[in-house]
Each structure stands twice: as C-alpha cells, then as structure tokens.
C-alpha cells in the first residue's frame, strides 16, 4: 500500500486532511482543532462559518429582496457554494447523533452557533465554567499519589479551558 503525505496521521486517528470528529465530549478541544483545520484548508469558508454566508439578493425599490435561483449569477454561485462548502465540512465532523442536531439548519453558521450553545451554553453557563476553571487555576496544588505527568496534564486542561473561554495568564 502507497501512502502520500496527506493521507498520514497524526497520533491517534487524526488525519491532517479529515477534519476532527466530534461525538460531544471536549468541546473546546474540538473547537481549537476545528478551527484551526477550515482556516488552514480555506480562510474564507472560516469567514463564512463565523459571519454567515451572502445570500443572493437584489434591490426592489428602497428594499433589497432574495433573488430566485434563475437569477443569480457566477459569484451568487460561488457564494452559495461557499456556505455548502461550509456546511459539507462541518457535517463531516459531527456523529449521528450532533449531525440530526443541525441537520435542518440552512447555513454553517447557524451550525456552529448552535454547537456552541448546545456544548458551551449560554453565556451564564459559560460564566459559571469560567468561574469553576478560574478557581482550579488559583487554587491549583498537586494532589497526593499524583505524579509530575499526570498534575502537568491536569494543569494544562485547565489552562486550555481558560483559553478556550477567552481568560489567559501570564506566565508569570
């Protein structure tokens, strides 16, 4: 069997041309990952999943209206391609169960606003994980029977938690 470089794992099940799967568990994990995969792959289908597509339209009067699929031409196309293209990535991502989660969604930004909620909750909750991660890192000492590997693993889910919530220490 021939491998290219693409089709090379990295650790255990991550192909670099796969996008990360996710099953619900370690959202902030996924996200990071994730994020990471669609900018490198194609910066605007990162820009269409954080902002929302543009959707084909046309003016009428003092009001813009959406024009009917026999009215859009090669960018509008290219446009809506982007947001399926979008779509398609994200949806390789998520098992079963998430994918009939944002199956009726009809762009990839709705997608992933809804896997933030449904995973990161809403912004008391994300206070309240904020709160909880903040006193782990304050309060941080080394638990008996723990040896220096497991206690840095420990610390380092908990400084990745802050991050993924927007908090970050100096090294210091």
């Known amino acids: 069997m021939t491998y290219t470089f693409e089709s090379i794992f990295l650790g255990e099940s991550q192909f670099i041309n796969k996008p990360p799967y996710f099953n619900g568990v370690n959202c902030s994990y996924w996200k990071t990952r994730m994020t990471l995969f669609i900018q490198a792959n194609d910066y605007v289908i990162w820009e269409i999943i ?11 009067g003092e009001i813009f209206v959406l024009k009917s699929k026999n009215e859009w ?21 998520l098992d079963s169960d998430k994918y009939s989660r944002v199956s009726s969604c009809l762009n990839a930004n709705e997608i992933w ?23 782990n890192y304050e309060t941080f000492k080394m638990n008996p029977k723990e040896d220096i590997q497991e206690m840095s693993d420990r610390f380092t889910i908990i400084i990745n938690g802050l991050k993924s919530y927007g908090k970050t220490y100096p090294n210091e």
């Open 50 to 60: 954080t902002d929302g597509p543009t959707i084909p339209q046309k003016k009428e």
């Open 113 to 135: 606003d809804k896997l933030e909620v449904t995973h990161e909750g809403i912004s008391q909750m994300k206070k309240s994980k904020l709160g909880i991660l903040t006193f």
């Open 73 to 93: 031409n090669e960018e509008d196309k290219k446009n809506m391609q982007q947001n399926a293209k979008a779509m398609h990535t994200l949806f390789c991502a």
